[in-house]
Nanobody, 112 residues
Framework: QVQLVESGGGLVQPGGSLRLSCAASGSIGSAYVMGWHRQGPGKQRELVAV???????NYADSVKGRFTISINNAKNTVYLQMNSLKPEDTAVYYCRHNGATWGQGTQVTVSS
């Protein structure tokens, strides 16, 4: 069973940047879908970005052009580079493996 640990969240001003990391213990496999999701205050959890073992990426419309998902297979770590952050990006960000396993989440707060 893969376990996921997110890190890199924090408080940032509007327009700032953060890079989130999701470290997987154990192999994520040769065929995988790794995703970042978020849940804002009073909102449902939503998909932010995904990356597949085939190299495909997909993003929510709200983050296209600002966020970039990537993976370091040697380190079993998935990243989410977030630029030009907005207050509406405030949420707990979760990592997910193959549509099943969740991490514990990391808080991102965008505020001046």
């Amino acid at each position: 069973q893969v376990q996921l640990v997110e890190s890199g969240g924090g408080l940032v001003q509007p327009g700032g940047s953060l890079r989130l990391s999701c470290a997987a213990s154990g192999s994520i496999g040769s065929a995988y879908v790794m995703g970042w999701h978020r849940q804002g205050p009073g909102k449902q959890r939503e998909l932010v970005a995904v990356i597949t073992s085939g190299g495909s990426t997909n993003y929510a419309d709200s983050v296209k052009g600002r966020f970039t998902i990537s993976i370091n297979n040697a380190k079993n770590t998935v990243y989410l580079q977030m630029n030009s952050l907005k207050p509406e990006d405030t949420a707990v960000y979760y990592c997910r493996h193959n549509g099943a396993t969740w991490g514990q989440g990391t808080q991102v707060t965008v505020s001046s």
